[in-house]
């Protein structure tokens, strides 16, 4: 059984990219077998993982392309990667991703998607794919409004929220249907040397709060979604 998890917040400066990223890692830790998919055309999270300059990205797998070991991306964290570009912009079928995961994700226990911060083809076709839709949302009401309208777009994907940064959890019943995940993930220091190396904060600093936070949402996401 393959679970796609997608990673949304149309709120900008959520850390959404860095929890797709943290979730990746922690899932591997786990044992899982994990694609990470960039699915934003300003391609943060390929850029942050060093991949900018890969022959292929999401754009020629939604182009014909399939996974092969000669394109399969497979990370020094273990969990493999399929980047994106600018050119994603010009692709706006919603059953894109879907029909490509159908074709090249049965390997994997896990695919996690990361989305762009805007309602747009991408996002829709990111929901039409899901099992999962996890929102981070921290404590700033522009997290939080954000949260509730990613909350309300139509899927049926199980959504969760992603508490971050002081997460008022009196907020939860702003969130309805939505479960909140059993961790709150802290600020990390760390982040601006895990980018720098190009790695998750997991992987350089494994021992954080920050890390451990993770490694409990993910624990607890798996758990929902029958994957333990």
Known sequence: MTSVIVLANIAGGTQKTTAAHSLAVAMVEYGKKVLLIDLDPRADLTFNLGFERSRETIFEMFNGSVLTS???ITTDERFDFVGSDSRL???TQPDSLKTFLTSSAQKFDVVIVD??????PRLAMAFHAADAVV???GASIHSVRGGISTNRIESKARK???PTDG??????SHFESAKVV????PLSTGLDVALIQKRS?????????FAEAYREAAYSILEELNHF
Request: without cysteine.
């Open 182 to 185: 059993d961790a709150l993930i």
């Open 115 to 120: 989305t762009p911060s805007t309602i747009d």
């Open 201 to 209: 904060a997991l992987s350089t600093d494994k021992n954080s709060e």
């Open 89 to 91: 912009s010009a692709l």
């Open 167 to 172: 997460f008022d959890l009196s907020k939860a």
């Open 70 to 72: 000669s394109n399969d």
């Open 160 to 162: 969760f929220i992603l």
């Open 135 to 137: 929102i981070p949302v």
